[in-house]
């Protein structure tokens, strides 16, 4: 049962399912309601995540036609040349307003962060290193916050300095456990990754999950709020530790935010 379970589980990790969301936030200026945002996550190139695979994920985003896009950490498994075919595939992503990502922590495994970021830039993807931006979109302007991985050089307070007081404010966290002190500086919106929403989840009933992951963390998939905060936690595409996937489909993502 054991080996059946397995091989059910490898042939789920390819069934993939587009998840279209819509968020509706309290703070969100006028002008800035039906923003899109492309999320694609956690891809863990590398030998249970090769081009080809990428190329479709990269294929199925593009198709959403999203205004932004996220792709907020764990590129690569953990050798630093995985970045190569990523950044090929990542170069052909398209959107009005940009391609946007963050480190996660398996691009500090690699030991080549710094080289990982250089790699993204040049095929496009512009890497938030504990710094924000000022984006506008239909004459409305908002920050887009992001930071390193947890634990591995995170500053959340340079981030926030580069941000204006009264922006709406959009901030990339590989790992969702920030959470509560993003609502507690008033961040309107998250996205993370990192959970992969559980991979291996034994049980779901309706927002409830029981996986391995539900003991390390309460942020494993969706949509979640505090206050006038929202995150929103992707799935992701890829897999780690083991290369399957049960109950819990990889997800490529596009949210629309309205007021």
Request: proline residues 6%; aromatic residues 10%.
């Amino acid at each position: 049962y054991v080996v059946g379970g397995s091989s059910y589980g490898i042939f789920l990790r390819n069934r993939h399912e587009i998840v279209e969301k819509e968020i509706r936030l309290r703070n969100l200026p006028p002008a800035l309601s039906g923003l899109s945002i492309g999320i694609i996550s956690d891809i863990h190139c590398g030998p249970y995540m090769i081009k080809e695979e990428i190329d479709e994920y990269v294929r199925l985003l593009n198709s959403l036609k999203p205004d932004i896009i996220f792709v907020p950490g764990d590129f690569v498994t953990i050798l630093p040349n995985e970045i190569y075919p990523v950044a090929e595939s990542l170069s052909e992503l398209r959107a009005p307003l940009g391609v946007y990502g963050c480190l996660g922590n398996h691009e500090f495994y690699s030991r080549a962060p710094d080289e990982i970021t250089r790699r993204l830039e040049d095929a496009g993807v512009r890497v938030l290193r504990n710094e924000s931006l000022s984006l506008s979109h239909r004459g409305s302007k908002f920050s887009l916050l992001g930071i390193d991985d947890l634990g591995h050089g995170d500053n959340f307070s340079a981030a926030m300095r580069g941000s204006s007081t009264d922006d709406f404010k959009i901030l990339l966290s590989h790992k969702p456990y920030f959470f509560p002190k993003a609502a507690e500086a008033k961040i309107d919106l998250v996205v993370s990754g990192h959970t992969h929403g559980g991979q291996v989840v034994f049980v779901k009933v309706g927002d409830f999950v029981l996986a391995p992951a539900t003991f390390v963390s309460k942020y494993i998939a969706g949509l979640y709020d505090i206050g006038d905060s929202f995150m929103y936690v992707s799935r992701g595409v890829g897999t780690i530790g083991v290369p399957f996937r049960i109950n819990c489909p990889p997800e490529v993502t596009k949210l629309v935010l309205t007021a």
